[in-house]
């Protein structure tokens, strides 16, 4: 049996994992997603958003040795969670996600990036503490082959994304270092462009990095096809 926990990207929420819970509690597994400070119905004030404060709220939803799941931005939560419980995790999967580098934040890497599709989407609040997508933009940019009611599901319960976590930089030892980490690339990305996520994972063994013919949003996309990758990662684990 394999635990999992599932952690949202930029301005979603656990509600974005909720056609996938159902392919991984069938049978022996569990699975649940939470929402990350400041997101879903977390009341969390945008303003008191750190990335340790991602990592707590991580932590704190581990229930015995887990298999934590975190897609896009989620790559540096889910490692920040890594480092405080490295005892607590089973394995990491990065879902079209960002892979920290030592020494720098996310914003770092996504301004490293090869393309900036995401830019034109991508809206900065007055005072700068976090910044949203535009509901106009965001179904060809995340969600270009989901069903339409996924889509529109989406637009309702977008939130706005602290910016003071993304300019964090997180140091790396080998409480997280030596965990088992696993990589789904998504081969449609508009967001995080797929030669940057092969580049990122350029030097992984190769068993540990998959593939999904999907958008960003694998979840809305092929969301039974992303459970049963998730379980055979659970078996090499």
Do not use: K
């Not at 979603?12 to 649940?32: E, I, K, M, S, T």
């Not at 990065?94 to 020494?103: D, K």
């Amino acid at each position: 049996m394999a635990r999992f926990l599932l952690i949202h990207g930029s301005c979603h929420g656990a509600w974005c994992w909720d056609r996938v819970l159902p392919f991984l509690n069938h049978g022996p597994h569990q699975a649940r997603a939470i929402d990350l400070p400041a997101h879903g119905t977390d009341r969390t004030p945008v303003a008191a958003v750190t990335l340790d404060l991602y990592a707590q709220a991580i932590v704190a939803g581990l229930d015995g040795p887990t298999i934590v799941v975190g897609h896009s931005a989620a790559g540096y939560a889910i490692t920040a969670a890594a480092e405080l419980a490295p005892d607590r995790i089973a394995a990491l999967v990065y879902l079209c996600a960002y892979v920290p580098r030592p020494g720098h934040s996310l914003a770092d890497l996504r301004r490293a990036g090869p393309r900036q599709p995401l830019r034109a989407a991508i809206s900065i609040a007055p005072d700068r503490l976090s910044f949203s997508f535009d509901p106009a933009l965001v179904a060809d940019a995340l969600y270009h082959d989901c069903p339409p009611e996924a889509v529109a599901m989406a637009r309702r319960n977008l939130c706005p994304e602290p910016i003071a976590p993304q300019e964090t930089a997180l140091a790396l030892t080998f409480r997280s270092a030596s965990l088992p980490r696993h990589y789904i690339r998504c081969t449609e990305d508009r967001a995080i462009p797929p030669e940057y996520q092969a580049a990122m994972t350029a030097a992984w063994p190769a068993a540990c990095v998959t593939t999904l013919a999907t958008s960003h949003s694998p979840f809305f996309a092929a969301p039974e096809a992303l459970a049963r990758r998730l379980i055979a990662i659970a078996g090499q684990s």
